[in-house]
C-alpha cells in the first residue's frame, strides 16, 4: 500500500538509448508523438484504426461523450478477414503460421493455406449449428488448430472463449457454464516432456459437470492415434460419440469452401477470457471486435515494431490474453509471420529456446521475465552457442523485470544491440499501456517506461491526487482506451463490482483501477511493484488467492485455509496455503497431498501450492480478519513487524518454524 515501507524499491536511474541502427529503421520514429496524441486526443486513435480493413467506415473515432465509450462508432469489420482475407493479394505464398510441436514436429501454413482452413473450419462449424454470437470454448495446446478455430470464429462472429489446456475439467466447465457455451473444441491429449495427457478426457468429465449440455465438440487428433499415430495408450482410442467431430473429418469433408467473413459492429464481441481477481470464481473479461483488434495492430506496429516480412515469436500460451493479442491477432493483422511453440523451453535442452530462433530466423522475441530468470540460471553458454542475430527487438510482459534481468536478456540475448520493451498491461486492457517506444525512448532496465502515446495512466495516492517522483501510489487509467473490454465500454458496473477501489477516483469523470502498485520518476517511467489485491503471480499467471481458498477448504478435513503469495526465484511468486484441520484429522503427508489434489482437480497443476502449512489457528486481527501480510512476510522469511494488533500474536512463531525458507 501507498506510505507501506515495504513498497519502497529505488527508481532505477541509468538511460540506455535507443540503438541508432534500429532507430533509423523502426515503425514509429517521431519523438513527438505522445504530445501529438494528447493534443488530438481521441481523434488520434485513428491511427490505430487505419491499420485495419474496415467493411463500413466508422463516424467517429469515439462515439457519444461516454460512457458507454463506443470507440469506431457505426464501423463494422471482421477480425478474420484482417488477419487472413486481405493479406492474399500480396503475400499469398508468406508463411503465415509456423509450428514446432513438442515432438520437434514442424508445420507451416501459408496465408494462402490459413485462409482455406480457416474457411473450410468456418464452413464446418456452421453446419454444426454455431450461429452468430454463439460461444465456442477451444480447450487445446499450442496447436495450429487453436489460431485457426479462433479466427473461424471470429469469421462467422462466434465468440471464442480459449480455456488454457493445462487448467483442470472442473475450471473448464465452470467457464463453459459461465459463458453459456455450448461448443468445444478440444483434441484428444498432447505430450508433456514425452508422456501424452488426456485432454480428452478432462473435456468429457467437464461435459458431466456442465448444467446445460454441450451441443457439438470438435476434436483434433494430436496423438496421432485414429491415423494409427505412436501412442498405445487405450484411453487415446475411444471411439467419437455421436455428437463427437474429428478436427480433419471435418475440414475434409468442407474442403475448398468459402465462408463470407461477416461484417461485425465495432463494438460487437470478438471473443471472452476468462481471467482471475479477488473474487472465488474466475471473470470472464469480453473483448471488443473494432477497438481490441485495433490496439492489438497498433501495439504490434508501434511498440513490437513489427512488419510483415518479421517472424514473431510470442512465447506466451495462447490460452492467456498474451498469447491472443501478440501471438494471434497483432501479428497476423500486420500480416507478419507468427512463430508457435507447444513444447517447452528446456526440452530436449536448454538450448531449445535459442536453436529455434537461430533455425526460423526470429525477429522479434516476447517473453515472460520467469523465462528470463531461467534462462540466467541456465546460464550464458546456451544462448551463446547460437547464432542470434536475426533479431531486432525483445519484449517482456507478465511481472515486474528486475535490472539485473532485464541486463542480461539486453546483453545475451540481444547482444546489446535489440532494444528491450519492459511491456504493461493486463488481460482487461486488451493490449499494451505503459512501455517505451523502442525507437523514441530510452529504456531504463527495471521501469517500463511512460504511457504508450494516447493513454492516459498515471499512479495516483488514496485521494485520487498523482504521487510526485519516487513515491508509491496506485496505478490508474483515467480515460478510456480502444482496446478496453465491454463491461468497461457499456460501464455497466461491473468492474466497480469485481474491484473494490482503494483509491478514491472521484474526481475524474471516468477511470479505472488496475489493481497494481506503482512508481514513478522525474521523467514520468512507470515502475510496477506488483498487485495490491488477492492476485498471485505465478510464472506471469494470474490466480486468485480465494480460488485457491476454496479449491482447499472443499477437501475432506480441512476447516479453514489462506493463501498467499511469497517470492519464488524462478517463478516470481509461489503459492503458500495455512490450513486449520477438521477436529479429527492430522496435518499429515496424505492431507498435504489430498490438498495438491484438490487444487489441482479444481484449477490445474499452475495452481499447486509450493508450500502446506499446517496450523492451529491463523493470525487474526482484533476484528477477526486473517493478516496476509503477515502470512507473506512468513513465507518470505521476513524480519516481523509488530504483531501486537493481532487477537492471537503467540500463533505466530508457531507458523513461522512450519515454513521451510529454503
Ligand atoms: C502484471 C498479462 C510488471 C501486473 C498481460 C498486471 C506486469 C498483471 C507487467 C496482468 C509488466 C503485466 N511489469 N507487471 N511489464 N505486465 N504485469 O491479466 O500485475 O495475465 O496487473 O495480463 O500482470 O496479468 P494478465
Redesign the pocket.
Known amino acids: 500500500m501507498p506510505g507501506d515501507e515495504s513498497w519502497h524499491h529505488a527508481v532505477t536511474g541509468d538511460a540506455i538509448e535507443p540503438p541508432a541502427s534500429f532507430a533509423e529503421q523502426a515503425n514509429v520514429t517521431d519523438p513527438d508523438l505522445r504530445e501529438q496524441f494528447a493534443r488530438e486526443w481521441p481523434d488520434c486513435w485513428s491511427r490505430a484504426a487505419d491499420l485495419l480493413d474496415w467493411s463500413d467506415d466508422y463516424d467517429a473515432v469515439l462515439g457519444g461523450d461516454g460512457p458507454p465509450f463506443r470507440w469506431f462508432d457505426g464501423g463494422t469489420l471482421n477480425a478474420s478477414y484482417n488477419c487472413v482475407d486481405r493479406h492474399l493479394d500480396e503475400r499469398k505464398n508468406q508463411v503465415a503460421l509456423t509450428w514446432e510441436g513438442r515432438l520437434g514436429e514442424f508445420r507451416s501454413y501459408s496465408y494462402l493455406d490459413l485462409y482455406r482452413e480457416v474457411n473450410e473450419f468456418a464452413a464446418a462449424l456452421r453446419e454444426l449449428g454455431v450461429e452468430e454470437e454463439d460461444v465456442v470454448t477451444l480447450y487445446m495446446p499450442v496447436v495450429p488448430e487453436l489460431p485457426i478455430a479462433m479466427l473461424a470464429c471470429a469469421r462467422i462472429g462466434a465468440p471464442h472463449s480459449v480455456v488454457f489446456a493445462g487448467f483442470s475439467a472442473d475450471a473448464l466447465a465452470m467457464r463453459m457454464d459461465d459463458a453459456d457455451s455450448e461448443y468445444l473444441v478440444t483434441c484428444d491429449g498432447y505430450y508433456r516432456r514425452g508422456a501424452p495427457v488426456h485432454q480428452k478426457n478432462k473435456a468429457d468429465n467437464a461435459a458431466i459437470a456442465l448444467d446445460d449440455g454441450i451441443e457439438a465438440t470438435v476434436v483434433v487428433d494430436r496423438l496421432g492415434v485414429r491415423d494409427g499415430g505412436e501412442s498405445s495408450d487405450a484411453a487415446d482410442d475411444a471411439p467419437l460419440a455421436a455428437d463427437e467431430y474429428d478436427y480433419d473429418d471435418l475440414v475434409t469433408a468442407h474442403r475448398g469452401e468459402t465462408v463470407e467473413p461477416v461484417p461485425r459492429d465495432a463494438t460487437d464481441q470478438l471473443f471472452l477470457i476468462y ?1 482471475s481477481g479477488t473474487t472465488g470464481e474466475p471473470t470472464g473479461v469480453r473483448h471488443t471486435t473494432g477497438g481490441y483488434l485495433a490496439h492489438a495492430a497498433w501495439t504490434s506496429h508501434a511498440v513490437l515494431d513489427i512488419r510483415p516480412e518479421d517472424t514473431h515469436w510470442c512465447s506466451a500460451d495462447i490460452g ?3 498469447g491472443h493479442s501478440y501471438t494471434v491477432y497483432g501479428p497476423l493483422a500486420l500480416g507478419s509471420t507468427t512463430m508457435l511453440y507447444e513444447g517447452t523451453p528446456d526440452h530436449p535442452e536448454k538450448d531449445r529456446v535459442w536453436e529455434l530462433i537461430e533455425r526460423n530466423a526470429v525477429d522479434v522475441f516476447y517473453t515472460a521475465p520467469t523465462a528470463i530468470r531461467a534462462f540466467m540460471k541456465w546460464g550464458e553458454e546456451h544462448p551463446a552457442s547460437h547464432d542470434l542475430s536475426s533479431l531486432r527487438l525483445l519484449g ?6 528486475n535490472p539485473r534481468a532485464w541486463k542480461w536478456y539486453h546483453e545475451h540475448i540481444g547482444n546489446g544491440e535489440c532494444p528491450v520493451v ?7 486492457t486488451g493490449g499494451m499501456m505503459v512501455t517505451t517506444l523502442p525507437g523514441v525512448d530510452d529504456m531504463k532496465p527495471g521501469s ?1 517506461g511512460r504511457p504508450l502515446p494516447g493513454i492516459d495512466a498515471k499512479v495516483v495516492d488514496g485521494d485520487g491526487e498523482p504521487v510526485e517522483p519516487g513515491e508509491t501510489g496506485y496505478l490508474v487509467v483515467t480515460s478510456p482506451w480502444p482496446g478496453m473490454p465491454l463491461s468497461m465500454v457499456e460501464d455497466d458496473g461491473w468492474f466497480a463490482e469485481q474491484r473494490p477501489l482503494y483509491p478514491d477516483l472521484s474526481e475524474y469523470d471516468w477511470a479505472y483501477f ?3 502498485g506503482a512508481t514513478v520518476d522525474e521523467d514520468g517511467y512507470v515502475t ?1 511493484l ?2 495490491v489485491d488477492d492476485v498471485i ?1 505465478v510464472s ?3 490466480l486468485g488467492t480465494m480460488e485457491i481458498e476454496s479449491a482447499i477448504v472443499g477437501v475432506e478435513g480441512v476447516a479453514e485455509a489462506a493463501v498467499v503469495g511469497g517470492d519464488h526465484e524462478l517463478k516470481g511468486e509461489a503459492v503458500y496455503a495455512y490450513v486449520i484441520t477438521e477436529d479429527g484429522y492430522d496435518g499429515d503427508e496424505d492431507l498435504r497431498e489430498r490438498i495438491i489434489a484438490g487444487v489441482e482437480d479444481a484449477i490445474g497443476p499452475i495452481a499447486r501450492p509450493e508450500e502446506v502449512v499446517f496450523t492451529t489457528e491463523l493470525p487474526k486481527t482484533r476484528s477477526g480478519k486473517i493478516m496476509r501480510r503477515l502470512l507473506e512476510d512468513i513465507a518470505n522469511g521476513e524480519t516481523l513487524g509488530n504483531t501486537s494488533t493481532l487477537r492471537n500474536p503467540e500463533v505466530v512463531e508457531d507458523i513461522q518454524s512450519k515454513v521451510s525458507n529454503d
Open positions: 481471467t492467456w490474453i498474451t517482456t510482459v507478465g511481472e515486474p523485470i519492459d511491456t504493461w498491461w493486463q488481460t482487461e517500463a488496475t489493481e497494481d510496477l506488483g498487485r503471480n506471469g499467471h494470474r
